[in-house]
């Protein structure tokens, strides 16, 4: 005989923010709330910090993996990556087939492309006149009621391609950008269909050996990063176009802290690993705490934290490779 029982009916419905996560921590280091000072908050934000770069050394957290896309500039090689960039898992060399490109220099909040029929417009690239922050993606049916359908927030620089994949795409036969700022499309190309080629990765020595690597050519082929504070990727060859891009799958650091009321970029699965972490982290902090209290914390950490490493993994089928970069780093 089965028995009905009252459940919430949702999934991920509740999240702590950093103010709450700092006491839950603080708690298990027998702190009570009324006793945490403004400067064991201060020394928790820092230690949550810490140990997200930490998460981050341990290996790729899958939430942290992006898929930013780099514009090309005719002979330039070197590329900055985008900030908090730690890694580049994949990258290939994406170049479109334009529906639609001209030269615009209107400058105004946005600007609407007519592409003739309704269309599927799966890519978009274009150069600002105006350095600006963040750019909308819209489309319409008849060009006077549109539908936001993706955002970007990043720097657009004036004079460099910047391309947005638009997913998921609509059907539609007018397509704008908007922008926060009054700025001037210069440039820009409107692509439903692209050819992707996979480019190979360069060690450091391999870059080096190259005799020419002024050398310049279409597609580019491979790549070095040179994991620098500021990240970068030279390609070779050297691009002599500037129509694609190259499209890369990267691992970036975990968010920063913020403010106290924000909520941590962290999924679920990981929040007790996080609590747990910041507890033996701030308990080694505090003077009078005590040692078997202390030893628990990280006996407790280093559970927890196994717990959400061993589930940390993509369940696809794998292939083995060796790894040489300690030779070749």
């Known amino acids: 005989m089965g028995y009905l029982v009252a459940t919430s009916g949702t999934v991920g419905a509740t999240s702590f923010n950093v103010a709450t996560l700092i006491e839950k921590a603080y708690r298990r280091c027998n702190v009570l709330p009324g006793l945490i000072t403004p400067e064991l908050i201060d020394i928790a934000k820092e230690n949550l910090f810490l140990l997200f770069n930490n998460f981050s050394n341990r290996g790729i957290n899958l939430w942290c993996v992006d898929t930013p896309m780099l514009g090309i500039t005719n002979h330039k090689a070197e590329y900055d990556l985008p900030v908090g960039t730690i890694d580049v898992l994949n990258a290939v060399y994406r170049r479109p087939t334009a529906l639609d490109t001209t030269i615009y220099a209107t400058t105004a909040l946005s600007q609407t492309f007519d592409v003739a029929s309704a269309t599927v417009v799966n890519l978009i690239g274009f150069k600002v006149s105006t350095q600006t922050t963040s750019a909308v993606i819209s489309a319409s049916a008849d060009g006077a009621t549109f539908t936001d359908l993706v955002a970007q927030s990043k720097v657009f620089t004036i004079g460099d391609w910047h391309w947005i994949a638009v997913e998921p795409s609509a059907l539609q036969q007018y397509w704008k950008i908007t922008f926060p700022t009054v700025t001037a499309i210069t440039d820009y190309v409107l692509a439903n269909t692209y050819t992707d080629l996979v480019i190979s990765r360069l060690n450091k020595d391999d870059y080096q050996g190259l005799p020419n690597k002024r050398f310049e050519g279409a597609p580019s082929l491979q790549y070095w990063m040179n994991r620098q504070m500021t990240p970068t990727v030279t390609l070779w060859p050297v691009p002599n176009t500037e129509l694609a891009c190259i499209y890369l799958i990267t691992h970036r650091q975990i968010q ?74």
């Open 256 to 329: 920063d802290v913020g403010a106290i009321t924000n909520t941590i970029e962290i999924p679920d699965r990981w929040v007790d690993a996080v609590l747990w972490g910041l507890a033996s982290m701030c308990a080694v902090e505090i003077p009078t705490m005590p040692e078997d209290r202390i030893q628990l914390c990280l006996q407790m950490a280093g559970e927890s934290l196994r717990n959400a490493d061993s589930e940390e993994r993509d369940t696809a089928p794998i292939y083995l490779a060796p790894n040489i970069s300690v030779y070749n780093a």
